[in-house]
């Protein structure tokens, strides 16, 4: 049928030099648009992260001056609020992650030596690797090596200051407050979470080079079947 061969006939027709650096020049604008919208959503959580803590920090200190509530509960509730912030930048950073490994092997391989004036790519049938990644998105780290990398990268200064700010108030209490079950509670929640993020620190491995879970058989999950 001619519709059918129309279609073989456009198949097997080679692309020319300026039609194929046509279609990896708007590749890459398209998947730099990518990374750039989930680094503006990653930027955004720290943004209102380290809002957050002063406003946190200036309704306890204040609370306490007046006696109106417990500073240090305030305290403890905002390192939960923070720890929540923390995880839902780590599954932002692990899309992000995706796009900006694309965006790095497409500049590695077809920019660089454009630019060299050397047309031999750093690795060879890099080409066949991107496709495959466009054709089954994978994500290239798991969840606990993106939550380590943002508590380096950003939270841990964070929960540093709701720490030493929770100290403080907890060393100016006199000395039966401590036996109070709230207080207790208290300490057994401050425990739970710097003590999973001691074990994140220490535990967790940070990712491979990016060459070694592109160009390699490292993928972690499908992203269609995480949303």
């Known amino acids: 049928m ?7 006939k456009f198949e097997s027709y080679p692309l020319t030099r300026a039609e194929y650096i046509s279609a990896m020049v708007h590749l890459y604008r398209g998947e730099q648009h990518r990374a750039q919208v989930w680094r503006t959503r990653l930027d955004v959580t720290t943004n209102w992260a380290v809002l957050s803590i ?5 309704f306890a200190f204040t609370a306490r001056q007046r006696e109106s509530s417990p500073p240090d509960v ?9 720890f929540t912030m923390l995880v839902f930048e780590a599954r932002r950073f692990r899309f992000y992650d995706v796009w ?6 497409l500049e590695e391989n077809f ?6 004036r050397d047309l031999t790519s750093p690795v060879e049938n890099w080409g ?3 496709a495959e990644d466009l054709l089954n998105p994978s994500f290239k780290i798991t969840f606990l090596m993106a939550l380590k990398a943002r508590l380096i990268n950003n939270y841990l200064p964070l929960f540093s200051v709701l720490f030493a700010a929770w100290a403080f108030v907890f060393s100016e209490n006199e000395a039966g407050h401590f036996q109070e079950l709230g207080k207790q509670l208290l300490v057994v929640g401050v425990a739970i979470i710097y003590g999973f993020l001691a074990f994140v620190l220490i535990f967790v491995k940070r990712s491979a080079r990016p060459e070694e879970i592109y160009f390699g058989s490292k993928t972690v999950d ?6």
């Open 54 to 58: 002063g406003a946190l920090l200036s």
């Open 111 to 116: 920019y660089v030596p454009i630019l060299r």
């Open 128 to 130: 066949f690797y991107v």
């Open 2 to 8: 001619p519709a059918e061969d129309a279609k073989q």
């Open 222 to 227: 499908s992203i269609d079947d995480v949303g």
């Open 74 to 82: 305030v305290l403890v509730l905002g390192m939960y609020m923070i």
């Open 100 to 105: 900006r490994h694309r965006v790095r092997r």
